[in-house]
């Protein structure tokens, strides 16, 4: 499923509330391109979580995943956002004219993560990530 696309040539912040579905294989984002996706999570295997390096990924107020030096596999992905997370994803996205972020990856049929929020920021914005990340952790309370 496809819920919404983004302008291509943006590099963003995402916020939100989500877990990996009850499916063995989901994905966050992706694009109308097979070639992007971004933190894919599947069960048993050690493939790239994200189409290309260059990521910053936090989980629940704490940095993640951040290549090369604190890489993570599908099988991380899936493991440790089984249940509700916090994330923040600061990534570059189908950057090539002509493709848009999308929500989901329909063009391969991988179901979304279950996501209860989502805030998108331009890169450059002021607003601190640890302020946004309390804000809706305040909400959810996930974690202390």
Known sequence: MVLGTLAHDVDRK????????????CVLFGS?????YELLA??????????????????????????????KNRDDVWTDFSSQSIVMVDHALATVTGRTTQLGYANNGIPMFHMQELIIYPTGTSHAVSDIEDAINSYFQVYT
């Open 14 to 25: 995402y916020f939100g509330a989500v877990t990996a579905s009850v499916s063995s294989f």
């Open 32 to 36: 109308n391109s097979t070639a992007d």
């Open 42 to 71: 599947q069960s048993g295997n050690t493939g790239a979580i994200f189409d290309g390096g260059g990521a910053i990924v936090n989980r629940n107020g704490s940095q993640w995943y951040n290549a090369p030096t604190l890489n």
